[in-house]
């Protein structure tokens, strides 16, 4: 049985790849691949939408991990914006005073 060392972020209960509120443990490599990677084991706190989302892939390092959890966070965050931008837009457009605008022709 392999053996992970344990990342100082084990202490704290932050995700180390977002800084949400972490409710898991990631492995790094993946334990299905740890025999692709001549490292050693990792294993960091994370949150489980990170856990999920790199569940399988194949990084380098914990700092590639880390870039590519960014990087998915940041396009859900930007996504998350652009759907409460495009309420707002609707609201201001075709509802005003809290009456919905009729169309005559």
């Keep these: 049985?392999?053996?992970y060392i344990c990342h100082?972020?084990?202490n704290n209960y932050i995700c180390f790849y977002c800084g949400l509120?972490?409710?898991a443990k990631d492995?790094?490599?993946p334990k299905n691949r740890r025999?692709?990677?001549p490292i050693k084991r990792i294993m960091v706190r994370c949150c489980r939408p990170c856990n999920i989302f790199l569940r399988n892939t194949i990084q380098l390092n914990l700092e590639e991990r880390k870039n590519r959890a960014?990087?998915?966070f940041n396009k859900r965050i930007n996504f998350i914006n652009k759907?409460?931008?495009l309420k707002k837009l609707f609201r201001e457009n075709f509802y005003k005073g809290g009456?919905?605008?009729k169309n005559h022709v």
């Design 99 to 101: 009456k919905k605008e």
């Design 35 to 37: 025999f692709d990677f």
């Design 8 to 10: 100082e972020s084990l």
């Design 21 to 23: 509120p972490a409710d």
């Design 1 to 3: 049985m392999d053996t």
């Design 27 to 29: 492995h790094f490599p």
């Design 70 to 72: 960014l990087m998915r």
């Design 83 to 85: 759907k409460k931008r």
